[in-house]
């Protein structure tokens, strides 16, 4: 029997990454907590279109956010939307993120995410109620400071299921 390669394992991987994530993305927190979580599904895909742009991309980025719209009761289309234009703007910066390093990586994370949520935050006040200010950040400030550590873990993990 044939051992699998890791070309074969990597999108089962791939696939199981971006649905934890997007069950880390729709657990539900105490009021007050919410604003702390960081932005799970923006990072892992931000990790894999930057690690696999190759494998993952526009059409996964739209696929997950229109599973988060149906999963979070949103108007659909608007996180398929957002993720998507993550995914897009990681395919036009992958050349220069591949060689940061990880500090700057995480200053660029921080400035893809925080500009998908400004603009989901300007979605908001066309589709429904709003409030300004800017605490609409703090989930990509928090997946800026994770990044180093996140991206440490699922490469080790990735090399790992690589030599098994």
Known sequence: M???SAANLALPWIWCSLLLALCLQVMPLAEGWQIWRPDWLGLM????CMK?????????AFVLGLLLDLLEGAVLGQD????SLL???CALVYPRFRA???VQQALMVLVLL?????????LRTLLGPFAIHLSFLTP??????LWPWFATLFNALGRRLAGD
């Open 45 to 48: 895909l931000v990790y894999w």
């Open 100 to 102: 940061y390093s990880l």
């Open 80 to 83: 398929a939307l957002l993720l």
């Open 2 to 4: 044939a051992v699998p």
């Open 140 to 145: 990509s400030l928090i997946g800026a400071l």
């Open 52 to 60: 696999t742009p190759y494998r993952v991309g526009v059409f996964h």
């Open 114 to 122: 925080g500009s998908v949520q400004l603009l989901e935050q300007w």
């Open 87 to 89: 995914a897009f703007l």
